[in-house]
Structure formats: structure tokens, C-alpha cells
């Protein structure tokens, strides 16, 4: 006969090694926001594809059903999201679905993800996920637009001050199509409005920025105290369909970890210098001298710093 016990296991009896084994065993990514299921549609799969830019991967979809366990107390939330935060890779995207441009300083002033500054402080992986419509960069000519004066860029680096610990955090851009815009603008602008997020330039262009009171727009200057944020490790870039495969930016250890240009097998195409005209981004984009050295010459490939 079977001896049912119907007393619980004494989990919090366990020493704490062996609970973070169980907490490992079912640990997984998050995902901000969290991921929808896709609706299921009927149509040409070309239809299919199309209605889901922007939306979910398989990866985003899948995940352990079980984690309700975690808010069985607080000290066991408490232990597993610890645990998370140094071990798992925190995925924060910022798409079409999820964001609309600020009409007013106060919207500018909420924040983008639902996530509490006090996991932010902790985390040490993230890849941040930005898929970028024309609309999304508030202007109508993007010759004239300026990437430090982008809403959405400021919001990011607003919320993202609040980490302290992160080892690693990677941007990447996807470009979703316009028939009036190119996509390297989209590209540009975003990797000029966020690649020095962290540094003392980015810090003085955040130190100023639009305000509208009684209908008058005046500046008000921000502390200087107030933290710049962590820098980024990598930026790729995309589009929402086929391309050629874009060279990306990523640090060079070798040059005090500065931006460089690098292409698909890891040659570093150039060095970015303090200006990055559009002409460079959109020159090292897909160059590379290592690679095809018969097609660079001085004037498709300019030295960093020249227009």
C-alpha cells in the first residue's frame, strides 16, 4: 500500500547551494515586454511573414510553465530573480507594438519597459532590440534631423541610467521598410543617437533638452550628477527582409575599447572617430578591405574623420 504524506517538502531547509540548482535547472531568459502568442492566419505564407515583423520569435514563445513556483514566498522570488539577474539575458525591445512617440514632455517621461530599477541595477546581460519605422524618429526629412535631439533615444538612455552592474549589452537595429525613406537613415540615427550612451559626450547632450511650458518651448538644463548610463558592447544592424549581411559596430579591446567597424568574419573594416558623418556609416556598411581589397580605394573608403 502506497504511504501518502501529505507534509511539504522542506525546500527552504535546503542549503542555498543546492536551491540555486533548482533554480538554475528552470531558469530562463526574460523578455520585455512579454512576448504575445502570434494569431494564426490563412493566406500565402509572404502574408504570414509580414504580419509578423516586429513580433515574437519562437525563442520569445518558449519557455518553462512553471515559474508561478517562485511567488510561493518572498524570499524564494527574491533567491531565483538573483540568480537571474547574473545568469540570464535580459531581452528588451522597443518595436512598433509596444511604442508611440511622445506628443508631450510628460509622456517622454514614462518609461518604455516594465521593469523595476532595482532589477535594472542588477542584470549583467541584456540585448536591446529596436525596430525602428520612420515614424518612430519624429521627423520628416531625416537630412535635418539631429540624433541627439531623438525622444526615444533619450527615454532609452533615461531608463537604462539606472544600471550599474552589466557586463554586456548589445543594440540591434532593425530597419523596418519606407518607401520615402532609405533605411540608412533609420541605422544612422539610431547608432549615432546611442553608441556613446554611457560616455561624457552623450552625458553633455543629455544635459539639455526641450521642455514645453504654457506653450513656450524653453531649455532646462539637467544635473550634472545625474548618471549617464552603461555603454554599449555591439551594435548590428538589420532589415525586416533579405540584405547583403551588414558589417556592425563593436569595441576594440586593442584600442582602449573604442567603436570600430567590423565585417562578417571579424576583420576590423576602421576606427570610429569622435565625427561619424553619414557619408563614413554608409561607406564602412558594407566594406571591407580584408575581404575585397580591390574594391576599396581611397575615395570609397574615407579615413575616419573626413566627410
Known amino acids: 500500500m502506497q504511504n501518502h504524506n501529505d507534509a511539504p517538502f522542506p525546500f527552504m531547509q535546503l542549503p542555498p547551494e543546492l536551491r540555486d540548482m533548482v533554480y538554475e535547472n528552470l531558469l530562463e531568459d526574460p523578455y520585455y515586454p512579454p512576448p504575445q502568442p502570434c494569431p494564426e492566419t490563412r493566406g500565402p505564407s509572404w502574408l504570414s511573414s509580414m504580419a509578423q515583423i516586429g513580433s515574437s520569435t519562437d525563442a520569445e514563445t518558449t519557455g518553462h510553465k512553471s515559474n508561478l513556483l517562485f511567488l510561493a514566498n518572498k524570499q524564494i522570488y527574491a ?3 538573483d540568480l537571474m539577474c547574473k545568469k540570464a539575458t535580459f531581452h528588451m525591445t522597443v518595436a512598433p507594438h509596444n511604442y508611440t512617440p511622445p506628443d508631450t514632455p510628460a509622456e517622454e517621461e514614462k518609461d518604455i519597459w516594465q521593469i523595476s530599477p532595482e532589477v535594472l541595477k542588477k542584470i549583467k546581460r541584456c540585448d536591446i532590440k529596436l525596430i525602428t519605422t520612420s515614424t518612430m524618429l519624429g521627423m520628416s526629412d531625416p537630412r535635418t534631423m539631429k540624433s541627439e535631439e531623438w525622444a526615444l533615444a533619450r527615454q532609452m538612455r533615461r531608463q537604462l541610467s539606472e544600471i550599474e552592474n552589466i557586463s554586456e549589452l548589445n543594440l540591434h537595429v532593425k ?13 544612422y540615427h539610431a547608432t549615432e543617437a546611442l553608441r556613446e550612451m554611457g560616455s561624457s559626450s552623450s552625458h553633455e547632450n543629455d544635459c539639455t533638452k526641450p521642455t514645453v511650458v504654457d506653450d513656450k518651448v524653453k531649455s532646462v538644463a539637467l544635473s550634472n550628477s545625474a548618471p549617464s548610463g552603461p555603454q554599449f558592447s555591439r551594435i548590428t544592424l ?36 569622435t565625427e561619424h558623418p553619414v557619408r563614413q556609416f554608409c561607406s564602412w556598411l558594407y566594406d571591407c578591405p580584408t575581404c575585397s581589397p580591390e574594391e576599396i580605394d581611397g575615395e570609397s573608403n574615407p579615413s575616419p574623420g573626413t566627410v
Open 175 to 187: 530597419a523596418i521598410g519606407d518607401p520615402l525613406w532609405s533605411p540608412l537613415w533609420v541605422w
Open 79 to 81: 533567491e531565483y530573480m
Open 238 to 273: 538589420a532589415l525586416d527582409m533579405w540584405s547583403p549581411g551588414e558589417n556592425y559596430l563593436m569595441r576594440d579591446p586593442a584600442n582602449n575599447n573604442q567603436w570600430a567597424w567590423w565585417c562578417l568574419r571579424g576583420h576590423c573594416v576602421g576606427q570610429v572617430g
